[in-house]
């Protein structure tokens, strides 16, 4: 095999929670953006884009989702909000995948998010190729206007997920993968 089939068949997800920095320098993240976004997009849209969230705008973001977490639940406790407050703090570095699928007069939305997905799955390869370890991560927040219109996603944009990305500090044991047999059809 080659290092890149070795890489596909490794790669692990890493909980934030065991992620640590330092996270890519301002030139390899470029570097990871720029083979992040060389996926299939039927008709050149970029129907998808990158919020880069770090430093400050880590925690200052996290105190947007404690306060709505703690609007919607007036019976969280201060551990649960800090849980909440720090959702974008554990790993050095996240980075949001904003899927901007729209209607199109020749491509079909479902092919936009698609492009979208495979701009996120890039990014966690690129990211791990580079020696990084990363967690795809959504959370009930990626679906809250209140954080979208914090993160300044448009109405019409939805959130393909946050890739939190640092040094793996330990990486936890595989999980199991689907059989073939039960996911392969032949004919």
């Known amino acids: 095999m080659n290092a890149t089939l070795d ?4 790669r692990r997800s890493v909980p934030p929670l065991r992620l640590a920095g330092p996270g890519p320098d301002a030139a ?35 105190e947007t989702i404690a306060a709505a977490y703690g609007a919607d639940h007036p019976e969280a406790d201060a551990a649960r909000l800090e849980l909440e407050r720090n959702r974008l703090a554990l790993a050095p570095l996240v980075v949001a995948v904003v899927s901007r699928a729209g209607p199109h007069v020749k491509i079909p939305e479902w092919e936009q998010v698609l492009s979208a997905g495979a701009v996120a799955m890039n990014l966690v390869v690129a990211a791990n190729a580079a020696g990084y370890a990363t967690a795809w991560l959504t959370e009930w927040f990626a679906y809250d206007s209140r954080i979208l219109d914090v993160l300044g996603l448009e109405p019409s944009e939805r ?23 039960d996911i392969v059809t032949r004919l």
Not at 7 to 10: A, H, P, V
Not at 35 to 59: C, N, Y
Not at 159 to 181: K, M, N, T, W, Y
């Open 7 to 10: 890489l596909l068949r490794t």
């Open 28 to 62: 390899e993240l470029d570097a990871i953006l720029t083979i992040a976004s060389r996926v299939p997009d039927h008709g050149k849209l970029a129907p998808w884009r990158f919020l880069v969230i770090a430093g400050e705008a880590r925690t200052r973001i996290g």
């Open 159 to 181: 959130l393909a997920g946050f890739i939190h990305i640092g040094r793996a500090q330990e990486v936890p044991p595989d999980r199991p993968r689907p059989a073939l047999a």
